[in-house]
Protein backbone atom coordinates (compact mmCIF):
# COMPACT_ATOMS: atom_id res chain seq x y z
CA UNK A 1 0.00 0.00 0.00
CA UNK A 2 1.55 3.01 -1.23
CA UNK A 3 1.17 6.76 1.08
CA UNK A 4 0.32 9.38 -0.34
CA UNK A 5 2.36 13.04 0.35
CA UNK A 6 0.62 15.19 2.53
CA UNK A 7 -1.99 17.50 0.65
CA UNK A 8 -0.69 21.44 -0.18
CA UNK A 9 -3.66 22.79 2.07
CA UNK A 10 -2.19 20.73 4.95
CA UNK A 11 1.88 21.25 4.43
CA UNK A 12 3.41 23.18 7.38
CA UNK A 13 3.27 26.67 6.35
CA UNK A 14 7.19 28.40 5.92
CA UNK A 15 8.09 30.20 8.79
CA UNK A 16 8.35 34.21 8.71
CA UNK A 17 9.30 36.13 11.84
CA UNK A 18 6.86 39.29 10.83
CA UNK A 19 3.65 36.86 12.00
CA UNK A 20 5.42 37.54 15.80
CA UNK A 21 4.11 40.83 17.12
CA UNK A 22 7.22 41.29 19.72
CA UNK A 23 9.07 40.83 16.10
CA UNK A 24 7.30 43.73 14.66
CA UNK A 25 7.82 45.82 18.10
CA UNK A 26 11.61 45.29 17.73
CA UNK A 27 11.11 47.17 14.02
CA UNK A 28 9.72 49.81 14.96
CA UNK A 29 12.51 50.35 18.17
CA UNK A 30 15.37 49.94 15.22
CA UNK A 31 13.36 52.20 13.32
CA UNK A 32 13.09 54.90 15.82
CA UNK A 33 17.42 54.20 16.79
CA UNK A 34 18.47 54.26 12.59
CA UNK A 35 16.66 57.85 12.50
CA UNK A 36 19.41 59.31 15.01
CA UNK A 37 22.29 56.92 14.01
CA UNK A 38 21.30 58.62 10.34
CA UNK A 39 21.32 61.80 11.59
CA UNK A 40 24.90 61.37 13.22
CA UNK A 41 25.98 60.11 9.90
CA UNK A 42 26.54 63.66 9.05
CA UNK A 43 28.56 64.62 11.69
CA UNK A 44 31.46 64.79 9.48
CA UNK A 45 29.92 67.93 7.40
CA UNK A 46 28.73 69.37 10.42
CA UNK A 47 32.52 69.24 11.69
CA UNK A 48 33.75 70.33 8.22
CA UNK A 49 31.48 73.40 7.94
CA UNK A 50 30.89 74.25 11.23
CA UNK A 51 33.12 73.25 13.80
CA UNK A 52 35.76 74.33 10.76
CA UNK A 53 37.99 70.34 11.45
CA UNK A 54 40.63 69.06 9.37
CA UNK A 55 40.50 65.58 7.85
CA UNK A 56 43.09 64.37 10.50
CA UNK A 57 40.30 66.04 13.38
CA UNK A 58 37.28 64.81 11.87
CA UNK A 59 38.87 60.85 11.93
CA UNK A 60 39.47 61.87 15.28
CA UNK A 61 35.92 63.17 16.22
CA UNK A 62 34.79 59.86 14.71
CA UNK A 63 37.18 57.61 16.44
CA UNK A 64 36.08 58.76 19.53
CA UNK A 65 32.46 57.08 18.78
CA UNK A 66 33.96 53.64 18.07
CA UNK A 67 37.17 53.67 20.27
CA UNK A 68 34.73 53.84 22.92
CA UNK A 69 32.07 50.78 21.20
CA UNK A 70 35.09 48.46 21.37
CA UNK A 71 35.47 49.59 25.09
CA UNK A 72 32.38 48.94 25.90
CA UNK A 73 31.42 45.74 23.72
CA UNK A 74 33.06 43.00 26.36
CA UNK A 75 30.86 44.14 29.00
CA UNK A 76 27.82 44.45 26.82
CA UNK A 77 28.85 41.08 25.72
CA UNK A 78 28.91 39.95 29.60
CA UNK A 79 25.45 41.79 30.05
CA UNK A 80 23.65 40.24 27.26
CA UNK A 81 25.47 36.56 27.95
CA UNK A 82 22.93 36.89 31.07
CA UNK A 83 19.88 37.79 29.33
CA UNK A 84 20.23 41.24 29.96
CA UNK A 85 18.95 42.16 26.71
CA UNK A 86 16.33 44.81 27.97
CA UNK A 87 18.64 46.54 30.20
CA UNK A 88 20.75 46.95 27.16
CA UNK A 89 18.02 48.16 25.08
CA UNK A 90 17.27 50.65 27.49
CA UNK A 91 20.36 52.21 28.72
CA UNK A 92 21.78 52.21 25.48
CA UNK A 93 18.31 54.60 24.57
CA UNK A 94 18.68 56.63 27.41
CA UNK A 95 22.50 57.14 26.42
CA UNK A 96 21.90 57.99 22.70
CA UNK A 97 19.45 60.41 23.16
CA UNK A 98 20.92 62.39 25.73
CA UNK A 99 24.47 62.38 24.11
CA UNK A 100 22.66 63.98 21.15
CA UNK A 101 20.19 66.31 21.93
CA UNK A 102 22.43 69.29 22.45
CA UNK A 103 25.45 68.38 19.72
CA UNK A 104 24.49 70.64 17.44
CA UNK A 105 24.69 73.80 19.86
CA UNK A 106 28.71 72.87 19.93
CA UNK A 107 30.95 75.46 18.21
CA UNK A 108 34.51 74.20 18.18
CA UNK A 109 36.66 71.40 18.15
CA UNK A 110 37.43 70.28 21.68
CA UNK A 111 36.44 67.70 24.72
CA UNK A 112 32.76 68.22 24.78
CA UNK A 113 32.79 67.50 21.17
CA UNK A 114 35.09 63.96 21.63
CA UNK A 115 32.64 62.97 24.95
CA UNK A 116 29.17 63.36 23.10
CA UNK A 117 30.52 61.28 20.42
CA UNK A 118 32.07 58.58 22.63
CA UNK A 119 28.38 58.44 24.59
CA UNK A 120 26.98 57.89 21.36
CA UNK A 121 29.47 55.38 20.81
CA UNK A 122 28.59 53.74 24.07
CA UNK A 123 24.83 53.92 23.27
CA UNK A 124 25.26 52.50 19.62
CA UNK A 125 26.74 49.51 21.27
CA UNK A 126 24.31 48.29 24.07
CA UNK A 127 21.07 49.61 22.01
CA UNK A 128 22.11 47.38 18.55
CA UNK A 129 23.59 44.63 20.80
CA UNK A 130 20.26 44.04 23.00
CA UNK A 131 17.96 44.47 19.88
CA UNK A 132 20.39 41.63 17.86
CA UNK A 133 20.50 39.41 20.81
CA UNK A 134 16.45 39.90 20.76
CA UNK A 135 16.55 38.21 17.80
CA UNK A 136 17.94 35.39 18.16
CA UNK A 137 15.78 34.65 20.98
CA UNK A 138 12.76 35.20 18.77
CA UNK A 139 13.84 33.77 15.53
CA UNK A 140 14.87 30.29 14.86
CA UNK A 141 18.62 29.66 14.08
CA UNK A 142 17.95 28.69 10.71
CA UNK A 143 16.49 32.30 9.54
CA UNK A 144 19.24 34.47 11.60
CA UNK A 145 20.55 35.85 8.19
CA UNK A 146 17.50 36.81 6.83
CA UNK A 147 15.88 38.11 10.70
CA UNK A 148 19.14 40.19 11.29
CA UNK A 149 18.92 41.71 7.61
CA UNK A 150 15.32 42.70 8.27
CA UNK A 151 16.08 44.06 11.34
CA UNK A 152 19.18 46.22 10.32
CA UNK A 153 16.73 47.09 7.07
CA UNK A 154 13.98 48.97 9.70
CA UNK A 155 17.06 50.82 10.62
CA UNK A 156 17.99 51.55 7.06
CA UNK A 157 15.12 53.15 6.00
CA UNK A 158 16.15 56.00 8.28
CA UNK A 159 19.18 56.42 6.08
CA UNK A 160 18.18 58.16 3.43
CA UNK A 161 15.13 60.00 5.19
CA UNK A 162 16.91 60.81 8.44
CA UNK A 163 20.16 62.11 6.41
CA UNK A 164 18.28 64.29 4.34
CA UNK A 165 15.86 65.81 6.84
CA UNK A 166 18.39 66.49 9.42
CA UNK A 167 20.32 67.94 6.47
CA UNK A 168 17.21 70.62 5.40
CA UNK A 169 16.49 71.45 9.12
CA UNK A 170 20.44 72.67 9.88
CA UNK A 171 19.78 74.33 6.67
CA UNK A 172 17.09 75.77 7.94
CA UNK A 173 16.93 76.16 11.42
CA UNK A 174 20.69 75.19 12.64
CA UNK A 175 22.27 71.88 13.54
CA UNK A 176 21.38 72.29 17.15
CA UNK A 177 17.84 71.62 16.05
CA UNK A 178 18.13 69.44 13.41
CA UNK A 179 19.91 67.16 16.36
CA UNK A 180 17.29 67.98 18.77
CA UNK A 181 15.01 66.49 16.73
CA UNK A 182 17.38 63.14 16.25
CA UNK A 183 17.15 63.07 20.14
CA UNK A 184 13.92 63.82 20.61
CA UNK A 185 13.43 60.45 18.23
CA UNK A 186 15.55 58.48 20.32
CA UNK A 187 12.92 58.88 23.55
CA UNK A 188 10.36 57.04 20.93
CA UNK A 189 13.03 53.88 21.09
CA UNK A 190 13.05 54.55 24.81
CA UNK A 191 9.20 53.94 25.16
CA UNK A 192 9.20 51.11 23.07
CA UNK A 193 12.50 49.21 24.86
CA UNK A 194 10.57 49.71 28.00
CA UNK A 195 7.04 47.74 26.43
CA UNK A 196 9.75 44.96 25.19
CA UNK A 197 8.64 42.11 27.90
CA UNK A 198 11.24 39.30 28.85
CA UNK A 199 11.62 36.56 26.30
CA UNK A 200 13.33 33.27 27.77
CA UNK A 201 16.39 31.92 25.61
CA UNK A 202 15.09 28.84 24.08
CA UNK A 203 17.58 28.55 21.42
CA UNK A 204 18.91 25.00 20.44
CA UNK A 205 22.46 25.08 19.29
CA UNK A 206 24.48 22.96 16.83
CA UNK A 207 27.09 20.71 17.77
CA UNK A 208 30.28 22.47 17.60
CA UNK A 209 33.06 22.00 15.38
CA UNK A 210 36.15 20.77 16.63
CA UNK A 211 37.78 23.36 18.89
CA UNK A 212 40.86 24.18 17.00
CA UNK A 213 38.56 24.64 13.65
CA UNK A 214 35.83 27.35 15.28
CA UNK A 215 38.64 28.54 16.95
CA UNK A 216 40.52 29.38 13.31
CA UNK A 217 37.23 30.51 12.20
CA UNK A 218 35.98 32.63 14.52
CA UNK A 219 39.28 34.43 14.30
CA UNK A 220 38.92 34.97 10.37
CA UNK A 221 35.35 36.32 11.00
CA UNK A 222 36.45 38.71 13.34
CA UNK A 223 38.84 40.14 11.28
CA UNK A 224 36.64 40.08 7.83
CA UNK A 225 34.38 41.90 10.22
CA UNK A 226 37.33 44.19 11.58
CA UNK A 227 38.06 44.64 7.55
CA UNK A 228 34.52 45.46 6.76
CA UNK A 229 34.45 48.38 9.60
CA UNK A 230 37.64 49.47 7.91
CA UNK A 231 35.72 49.86 4.30
CA UNK A 232 32.62 51.46 6.33
CA UNK A 233 34.79 53.94 7.78
CA UNK A 234 36.47 55.62 4.88
CA UNK A 235 33.14 55.32 3.48
CA UNK A 236 31.48 57.03 6.13
CA UNK A 237 33.98 59.44 7.32
CA UNK A 238 36.07 60.30 4.59
CA UNK A 239 33.59 60.48 1.33
CA UNK A 240 31.80 63.80 2.87
CA UNK A 241 34.85 66.00 3.01
CA UNK A 242 36.21 64.56 -0.18
CA UNK A 243 33.27 65.86 -2.11
CA UNK A 244 32.75 69.42 -0.23
CA UNK A 245 36.61 69.93 -1.28
CA UNK A 246 35.38 68.70 -4.92
CA UNK A 247 32.62 71.45 -4.61
CA UNK A 248 29.68 69.72 -3.31
CA UNK A 249 27.08 71.26 -1.36
CA UNK A 250 24.73 68.42 -0.49
CA UNK A 251 26.48 65.07 0.29
CA UNK A 252 22.93 63.30 1.71
CA UNK A 253 22.56 61.83 -2.00
CA UNK A 254 24.98 59.27 -0.76
CA UNK A 255 23.05 58.08 2.24
CA UNK A 256 20.20 57.78 -0.47
CA UNK A 257 21.75 55.52 -3.19
CA UNK A 258 23.24 53.86 0.28
CA UNK A 259 19.67 53.08 1.50
CA UNK A 260 18.20 52.26 -1.44
CA UNK A 261 20.19 49.32 -2.51
CA UNK A 262 20.82 48.43 1.26
CA UNK A 263 16.46 48.24 1.61
CA UNK A 264 16.32 46.29 -1.74
CA UNK A 265 19.37 43.49 -0.75
CA UNK A 266 18.06 43.04 2.99
CA UNK A 267 14.13 42.75 2.01
CA UNK A 268 14.61 41.55 -1.66
CA UNK A 269 16.90 39.18 -0.83
CA UNK A 270 16.74 38.41 2.73
CA UNK A 271 16.67 34.81 2.42
CA UNK A 272 19.61 34.35 0.17
CA UNK A 273 21.97 34.46 3.43
CA UNK A 274 20.81 31.33 4.95
CA UNK A 275 20.09 29.77 1.60
CA UNK A 276 23.39 30.45 0.26
CA UNK A 277 25.54 30.48 3.21
CA UNK A 278 26.74 33.20 5.39
CA UNK A 279 30.47 32.50 4.47
CA UNK A 280 29.76 33.15 0.84
CA UNK A 281 27.47 35.70 1.40
CA UNK A 282 30.39 37.60 3.26
CA UNK A 283 32.98 37.11 0.62
CA UNK A 284 30.72 38.59 -2.09
CA UNK A 285 29.49 41.08 0.48
CA UNK A 286 33.69 41.90 1.67
CA UNK A 287 35.05 41.50 -2.66
CA UNK A 288 31.94 44.48 -3.11
CA UNK A 289 32.96 46.54 -0.12
CA UNK A 290 36.48 46.81 -1.52
CA UNK A 291 35.48 47.79 -4.93
CA UNK A 292 33.43 50.72 -3.90
CA UNK A 293 35.97 51.79 -1.60
CA UNK A 294 37.93 51.36 -4.59
CA UNK A 295 35.61 53.44 -6.38
CA UNK A 296 35.35 56.31 -4.21
CA UNK A 297 39.67 57.13 -4.36
CA UNK A 298 38.07 59.10 -8.25
CA UNK A 299 35.05 60.32 -6.54
CA UNK A 300 33.21 62.71 -7.97
CA UNK A 301 30.47 64.87 -6.50
CA UNK A 302 27.47 64.04 -9.32
CA UNK A 303 28.64 60.48 -8.73
CA UNK A 304 27.58 60.28 -5.36
CA UNK A 305 24.35 58.53 -5.73
CA UNK A 306 25.68 55.91 -7.84
CA UNK A 307 28.82 55.13 -5.34
CA UNK A 308 26.00 55.01 -2.70
CA UNK A 309 24.34 52.21 -4.30
CA UNK A 310 27.46 50.26 -3.89
CA UNK A 311 27.87 50.97 -0.58
CA UNK A 312 24.08 49.70 -0.14
CA UNK A 313 24.32 46.60 -1.61
CA UNK A 314 28.17 45.30 -0.35
CA UNK A 315 26.65 46.46 3.58
CA UNK A 316 23.27 45.25 3.70
CA UNK A 317 25.21 42.02 2.86
CA UNK A 318 27.82 42.08 4.75
CA UNK A 319 26.42 43.09 8.17
CA UNK A 320 23.96 40.22 8.52
CA UNK A 321 25.75 37.51 6.80
CA UNK A 322 28.90 38.74 9.58
CA UNK A 323 26.25 38.68 12.26
CA UNK A 324 24.88 35.35 11.61
CA UNK A 325 28.26 33.78 10.92
CA UNK A 326 29.22 34.98 14.47
CA UNK A 327 26.48 33.39 15.92
CA UNK A 328 26.52 30.39 13.96
CA UNK A 329 29.99 29.97 15.48
CA UNK A 330 29.86 30.80 19.02
CA UNK A 331 30.55 28.75 21.48
CA UNK A 332 27.20 27.54 23.89
CA UNK A 333 26.04 30.56 26.16
CA UNK A 334 28.75 32.97 24.57
CA UNK A 335 26.19 34.48 22.24
CA UNK A 336 25.83 37.65 23.52
CA UNK A 337 29.29 37.95 23.58
CA UNK A 338 29.74 36.89 19.98
CA UNK A 339 27.36 39.60 18.68
CA UNK A 340 28.76 42.57 20.84
CA UNK A 341 32.22 41.08 19.74
CA UNK A 342 31.11 41.66 16.12
CA UNK A 343 30.06 45.18 17.01
CA UNK A 344 33.68 45.91 18.35
CA UNK A 345 35.49 44.34 15.56
CA UNK A 346 33.82 46.28 13.03
CA UNK A 347 34.00 49.35 15.43
CA UNK A 348 37.42 48.71 15.53
CA UNK A 349 38.24 48.43 11.87
CA UNK A 350 35.90 51.94 11.58
CA UNK A 351 38.16 53.40 14.21
CA UNK A 352 41.51 52.19 12.51
CA UNK A 353 40.19 53.82 9.12
CA UNK A 354 39.45 56.88 10.62
CA UNK A 355 42.15 57.59 12.53
CA UNK A 356 44.87 56.08 10.08
CA UNK A 357 43.09 57.70 6.82
CA UNK A 358 42.62 61.08 8.14
CA UNK A 359 46.36 61.36 8.54
CA UNK A 360 47.21 59.51 5.27
CA UNK A 361 44.52 62.48 3.46
CA UNK A 362 46.40 65.13 5.14
CA UNK A 363 50.08 63.88 3.83
CA UNK A 364 49.44 61.63 0.62
CA UNK A 365 45.63 62.56 -0.30
CA UNK A 366 42.31 61.55 -0.43
CA UNK A 367 42.70 58.99 -3.75
CA UNK A 368 46.18 56.92 -1.74
CA UNK A 369 44.09 56.92 1.37
CA UNK A 370 40.65 55.10 -0.34
CA UNK A 371 42.77 52.67 -2.38
CA UNK A 372 44.79 51.45 1.13
CA UNK A 373 41.70 51.29 2.68
CA UNK A 374 40.37 48.78 -0.37
CA UNK A 375 43.05 46.53 0.00
CA UNK A 376 42.22 46.27 3.59
CA UNK A 377 39.10 45.33 2.92
CA UNK A 378 39.90 42.64 0.10
CA UNK A 379 42.37 41.21 2.71
CA UNK A 380 39.39 40.25 5.06
CA UNK A 381 38.02 38.50 2.46
CA UNK A 382 41.37 36.55 1.68
CA UNK A 383 41.24 35.47 5.27
CA UNK A 384 37.85 34.65 5.51
CA UNK A 385 38.41 31.75 2.10
CA UNK A 386 41.12 30.14 3.82
CA UNK A 387 39.50 29.83 6.91
CA UNK A 388 36.57 28.27 4.94
CA UNK A 389 38.62 25.76 3.22
CA UNK A 390 39.80 24.35 6.50
CA UNK A 391 37.66 20.87 6.67
CA UNK A 392 35.24 20.69 10.05
CA UNK A 393 35.42 18.02 11.99
CA UNK A 394 32.75 17.91 14.55
CA UNK A 395 34.08 17.66 18.36
CA UNK A 396 33.13 13.93 19.98
CA UNK A 397 30.89 14.37 23.15
Not at 4 to 13: D, F
Not at 119 to 146: E, F, I, K, W, Y
Not at 150 to 155: D, E, I, L, V, Y
Not at 168 to 184: K, P
Amino acid sequence: MSTSSPSPALATPAYSEWLDPQFRRLLLFFMAYGYAFSSLLLVPKFATVVLYASPAEVGQIASATVLACVLTAPFCGRWLDRGRYRAAMITGAVVLAGSTLGFGYLRSVGPAVYVLRALQGVGNTLLVGGGSSLVTRLVPAAHHGRAFGTAGAASLMMNAVASSITEQLADAYGWGFAFEVAGIVMLVALVLAILQPYVPDEREMPAPPSVRTATLRRRAGAYATLAAGAGFGMLVTFTQPYALSLGAVHVATLFVGYTLTALFVRLGLGGVVDRWGRRRTALVALALYAATVLAASALRPELLLVLGFGFGIAHGLAWPALSALAVESAARGRVGSALAGTQAYFAGGTLLAVWIGGRLIDTRGYPFAFTLGACTVASGAVALWLAGRTPVAVARR
